[in-house]
């Protein structure tokens, strides 16, 4: 029989319960039959209705690869951060382990399903400019596959070691290493590869995460103690007997909130790669929202004409670039951040640009296909010039120009950045299927070694309550946050303010893990990109 690890005291029997029964097994295989084919029905119609979008089989062999390991990512993602979810009600007993790694999988699911995409292209801004303007060429796609089989091998490397490192950190790490591989390949200076405000603000969020988690639980116990005096709560469970129906139910909720949280949150970094692996394979079909509603296309015109004409006052008297000149200008201004006289006049030009081609063609679904690709990075180039002026306190905008701005920005944001319900139903579930499928090793980390007792009823609950509502505001900021790092820093914070004590080795692991994982996707990313950079 296996037992529980040797610090814990005397062998106890793993509460993995039994297998999941025939029919559950049938109704898992149906409905993953049934979400594998809407999704696949859904791109053959997308890319059907665009009309023809390619006149050689090789950006639909591109899709198809980039696509599986893309869900690839989330898979593994499923398997290695949604385990944490189930730990805490699978070692107090509260849900047989089959039925907790189903019912996290479902609430990952939804999850997804649910996900503002606010996470999806807050990850996406961080990668180089020109890469993301070229995300349909050779460099554009040794990017994405660089970046996702290096978070992947990673994932699954310290997955088999039974660590629970992020894969947000890991996420992170491999675009910051294509940026710095493609500005050294450029013969820039690495530090000009990636947008490091971005970086940082993520950084931070990551780096907080951990010490919320782990500080936030501590005191949450702490002030249970003092509120609830029921002793059941603070006992760990006898044998394989479940706790009282509220402590289960407090639990199961707790299971819950935190893998919703978690597909809310993770599910949405692959889609915003989904997302760029569609622009750049089938951009007829994905690059602009071809369902944005004709009155809202007439709103966009307007404003852009609004915002151009604003943008003109600020910039007066200096004449207006020619859009070719004004895009170069922009590319330059959001991959380096310095702001000149002429970014201003290229804005406007730009802004006026788009508004006409929109204007021209009557809807976003019209525009042709060779002028797909120009639009779209038009449009995201005037967006990401924005967002950094709005940063800029030395422009002295009036209070009209800004709000002009605003609403332009959030009218190009509705045309570019939008992700198709199958893209979600694709990744939900990649997620879950990784979740039912190898959580063990995780679990067997978070429920028996970071603490030197056994997990009780409130250590769990407290755990989960602070990892569920960290994640939560963070999807709602657009913050990418490790689920890995703020539950089981939740578990070891509630062990200290137990007094239970900590296994330093486990402890020690784990920090290893969170301190190398940056450095090792970079240097992995950064050298895959290079390596496929020359092969394509």
Not at 161 to 179: E, F, K, N, R
Request: a positive charge.
């Amino acid at each position: 029989m296996t037992t529980h690890a040797s610090t814990l005291g005397a062998p106890t029997p793993r509460p993995f319960g039994n297998r999941t029964s025939p029919l559950g097994i049938a109704l898992f295989v149906a409905l993953l039959g049934a979400g594998l084919g809407f999704s696949i029905y859904s791109l053959h119609a997308d890319v059907t209705s665009a009309g023809p979008v390619a006149t050689t089989w090789v950006p639909y062999l591109l899709l198809g690869v980039a696509l599986l390991i893309a869900l690839g990512f989330e898979f593994v993602n499923g398997f290695h951060d949604t385990a944490n979810a189930v730990a805490t009600v699978i070692y107090t007993n509260s849900l047989p382990a089959n039925v907790a790694v189903v019912w996290s999988g479902c609430f990952n699911f939804l999850g997804v399903l649910l996900s503002s995409g606010a996470v999806a292209f807050g990850i996406i801004s961080l990668l180089p400019v020109e890469l993301i303007l070229q995300v349909g060429s050779a460099s554009g796609f040794a990017m994405v596959f660089a970046l996702l089989i290096a978070a992947i091998v990673w994932n699954l490397g310290t997955w088999w070691l039974g660590l629970p490192a992020s894969s947000s950190h890991t996420m992170i790490g491999s675009i910051l290493g294509v940026g710095v591989a493609n500005a050294l390949m450029h013969g820039r200076d690495g530090t000009n590869g990636v947008d490091w405000a971005q970086a940082a603000k993520v950084g931070w969020s990551l780096l907080l995460s951990p010490l919320v988690g782990f500080f936030c639980a501590a005191l949450l116990l702490m002030l249970l103690r003092r509120v609830v005096r029921d002793r059941a709560l603070y006992e760990a469970p006898q044998g394989d007997t479940p706790p009282p129906w509220y402590i289960r139910l407090l639990l199961i909720l707790t299971c819950t909130g935190v893998s919703f949280a978690h597909g809310s949150n993770d599910g949405q970094k692959g889609m915003g790669l989904i997302m760029l692996i569609l622009v750049g394979t089938v951009p007829m079909a994905y690059a602009l929202n071809r369902a944005m509603p004709l009155e809202q296309v007439t709103q966009f015109v307007a404003v852009s004409q609004v915002t151009q004409q604003a943008l003109v006052r600020q910039a007066a008297p200096a004449p207006l670039p020619a859009p070719a000149a004004a895009r170069t200008t922009l590319t330059t201004y959001i991959r380096s951040h310095k702001l000149t006289p002429a970014v201003v006049p290229a804005l406007a030009t730009l802004a006026g640009d788009i508004g006409n081609a929109v204007r021209e063609h009557g809807s976003l679904a019209r525009v042709p296909a060779e002028a797909v690709a120009n639009v779209r990075n038009d449009m995201y180039l005037a967006s990401e010039a924005m967002r950094h002026l709005d940063k800029e306190k030395s422009l002295g905008f009036d209070a009209d120009t800004r709000a002009n701005l605003k609403a332009f920005k959030g009218q190009l944001d509705d045309a570019t950045k939008f992700i198709p319900l199958w893209v979600k139903v694709a990744v939900a579930i990649a997620l879950g299927l990784g979740t039912m499928v190898g959580w063990k090793r995780i679990v067997v980390t978070v429920g028996e070694k970071i603490g030197k007792s056994h997990l009780t009823y409130a250590q769990g609950a407290s755990a989960e309550t602070v990892a569920m509502l960290t994640i939560g505001a963070a999807d709602i900021y657009g913050l990418p946050v490790s689920t890995t790092h703020v539950l089981s820093s939740g578990v070891a914070g509630t062990m200290a303010a137990n007094r239970s004590g900590l296994q330093m080795a486990t402890v020690r692991n784990l920090a290893l893990a969170w301190v190398l994982t940056l450095p090792a996707a970079i240097m992995l990313s950064g050298s895959l990109y290079w390596i496929f950079s020359k092969l394509f």
